[in-house]
């Protein structure tokens, strides 16, 4: 093995042959990195017993699987002018290595077990933002549309009743206006779901998604309208409405 110091992940999780074995504990008499690697890797896995089940996008599998030939993991890297056991160097944050020994064991079972860790607080429990909530979800639904080269992507879940715009480079609205979501649903045509400005933006529409035949944009007023003034710059049929 040229690169035994590689072995620390697999072996955490018990996912070595005989020899990789036998030469990884041979090396991990020697390599208090590796020893302080393993620990934290033996951390980890004590706080999965806390991991919350989620259901991943659909997508996410494939890009595991995708990512799996490519991605190798590295030895520790030791500055020059140090001992490199008194000084090694981390290559993993908690938070990471929560998500790796998460990955390898869940993909053995068919599944995939998704956690968020505060970088600060590793025992709070895992927290979702709410546009990673829908997304999650077994029926998520995506909805994308472009406009001058701006991405503007709504996400719903009729499960959970929620939907989401989600958007990077927003521009800004005109000065005195801000941009308005709608709901649209039968007998009651376009109903506000909520504002917003301009850049990255990740906001829940309120209403009643579950049952509404799409959203739309408009530009509006500041504070908004009851009703919209103007034509949508951006709208989205929902399936299955």
């Known amino acids: 093995m040229s690169d035994v110091h590689a072995l620390v992940g697999a072996y955490a999780v018990d996912a070595v042959d005989d020899i990789e074995r036998a030469a990884f504990e041979r090396h991990l008499a020697d390599c208090q990195a590796c020893r302080l690697e393993l620990a934290s890797l033996h951390e980890a896995a004590a706080l999965m017993a806390t991991v919350e089940d989620v259901e991943p996008p659909a997508r996410m599998r494939e890009q595991v699987l995708a990512g799996i030939g490519s991605i190798r993991p590295l030895p520790p890297e030791v500055a020059a002018d140090r001992d490199p056991v008194a000084a090694p160097r981390r290559r993993f944050r908690p938070a990471t ?21 505060s970088d600060d607080d590793t025992s709070q429990a895992p927290t979702l933002s709410a546009a990673e909530r829908v997304q999650a979800a077994a029926d998520a639904e995506e909805y994308t549309q472009t406009l001058d080269g701006i991405e503007v992507t709504v996400v719903r879940s009729r499960s959970l009743n929620q939907a989401v715009l989600v958007t ?10 801000v941009y308005e979501l709608w709901l649209a649903h039968k007998g009651q045509g376009m109903v506000p779901a909520g504002l917003m400005g301009g850049g990255r933006q990740e906001v829940r529409l309120e209403g009643d998604p579950a049952t509404a035949l799409g959203a739309g944009i408009t530009i509006e007023p500041a504070g908004g309208s009851e009703k919209p003034t103007s034509e949508p710059m951006m709208s989205f049929t929902f399936e299955k409405a």
Do not use: D, H, T, Y
């Not at 290595?97 to 860790?117: E, F, M």
């Not at 480079?169 to 005195?176: A, H, L, R, V, Y």
């Open 168 to 177: 990077e480079e927003m521009p800004s609205p005109p000065e005195g206006k």
């Open 97 to 117: 290595l929560v998500a790796a020994a998460a990955a390898v064991i869940a993909l053995g079972a068919g599944g995939i077990i998704w956690q968020q860790l």
